[in-house]
């Protein structure tokens, strides 16, 4: 069995604000806007992983919530398993510090509008992680898609 090429993981966080809005980011090295967060590192639990990207990306140090879904998605030749994690309540308090390399601008939209802004696969990942979180599940998904549990 061929060991060389792992599967690409990443972790992210939903952030709100008080008006129940949803963070999305714009990176300045691609076109479309992503949810804070990143690749895991070799070694790095999921949720490492979303604590680093988070505290690099926003300048907030939080220790991510509840998984609200994973979701394995390959992309290309790549497979891809990605993490979505509760971010929390964002207030005027928690002051954010984009990660100027990376990230030219964030702003507070509502569900609709995220799922305009992000591509296809990532909206639909947002979409279930937003529904499992208003349910207390966490989801398994294939491609964005939610799968029953046996």
């Given at each position: 069995?061929?060991?060389?090429?792992?599967?690409i993981?990443?972790?992210g966080?939903?952030?709100?604000?008080?008006?129940?809005?949803?963070?999305?980011?714009?990176?300045?090295?691609?076109?479309?806007w992503?949810i804070?967060?990143?690749?895991?590192?070799?070694g790095?639990?999921?949720?490492?992983?979303?604590?680093?990207?988070?505290?690099?990306?926003?300048?907030?140090v939080r220790?991510p919530?509840?998984?609200?879904?994973?979701?394995?998605?390959?992309?290309?030749?790549?497979?891809?398993?990605?993490?979505?994690?509760?971010?929390?309540?964002?207030?005027a308090?928690?002051?954010i510090?984009?990660?100027?390399?990376?990230l030219?601008?964030?702003?507070?939209?509502?569900?609709?509008?995220?799922?305009?802004?992000?591509?296809?696969?990532l909206?639909?990942?947002?979409s279930?992680?937003?529904?499992?979180?208003?349910?207390?599940?966490?989801r398994?998904?294939?491609h964005?898609?939610?799968?029953?549990?046996?």
């Amino acid at each position: 069995m061929d060991h060389s090429s792992r599967a690409i993981s990443a972790a992210g966080a939903l952030f709100f604000d008080d008006a129940g809005r949803l963070l999305l980011v714009e990176p300045t090295y691609k076109p479309h806007w992503e949810i804070p967060g990143g690749v895991i590192e070799h070694g790095e639990t999921p949720s490492e992983a979303c604590r680093r990207e988070v505290a690099e990306e926003l300048g907030l140090v939080r220790e991510p919530g509840r998984l609200l879904v994973v979701d394995w998605a390959p992309q290309g030749d790549q497979d891809r398993v990605l993490f979505v994690f509760e971010g929390g309540l964002l207030t005027a308090d928690d002051h954010i510090r984009l990660q100027a390399e990376e990230l030219g601008q964030y702003e507070f939209v509502t569900p609709d509008e995220a799922g305009r802004r992000l591509i296809p696969r990532l909206a639909r990942r947002v979409s279930e992680a937003l529904r499992a979180r208003e349910s207390g599940e966490t989801r398994y998904l294939e491609h964005g898609v939610s799968r029953p549990h046996p």
